[in-house]
Structure formats: structure tokens, C-alpha cells
């Protein structure tokens, strides 16, 4: 992994694992969340699974995921945080 795979965060945020990319945007102001989520799904080498973390449901970042053939939904997480499974639709998952 690489520091040009996403500039708008440190490489520890970003990370790959069995069930996909994973990005973590807690703690981060808006509209830094939702910049480096499209950021992520927008690359051609994402695959079709991401999963975020974050500190609150982004109810804006939906309608964008939509629009670009992305589906939600929400996931068991820890106290403190929200965790969303992205999928492109179409993909199975």
C-alpha cells in the first residue's frame, strides 16, 4: 500500500482484508468522511466490498453512493461507532 492510494488519509486509515477494502473516517471534519469514501469507491482497483468506520451514519453520503451503483447497510460495531458494508450493485454481495 502506498500513500498516492488515498491522499486525503494516512495510510493507517485505509487497509485491505478478506471481506475488502476498509477505511476508517472517524474522527475526520466534513466533508473529509465522504470526500475519501467516493475517493475509494471511484478507484478501479477497489473490488466490490468496502467496509467504513465511522463515528456517525452519513446520511449524505447515500444519495451518492446511489447514484454511483453502490448499496449500504449497516453492520454490528463497537459502542462508538458506525459501521457501514458497501457493495456495487450487482455484485452479489
Known sequence: MTAHMN?????????QAQDGWHIDVRGLQAPGPMVAIIG?????DVGSCVVVHHDREPFFLYPE?????????LAPAPAGEV??????????Q
Request: aromatic share 10%; hydrophobic share 40%.
Open 7 to 15: 491522499d486525503a488519509l494516512a495510510v493507517d486509515k485505509l487497509w
Open 40 to 44: 475509494l469507491i471511484e478507484r478501479p
Open 65 to 73: 453512493l446511489a447514484e454511483r451503483g453502490w448499496r449500504w447497510r
Open 83 to 92: 459501521r457501514l458494508e458497501l457493495s456495487r450493485e450487482g455484485s452479489g
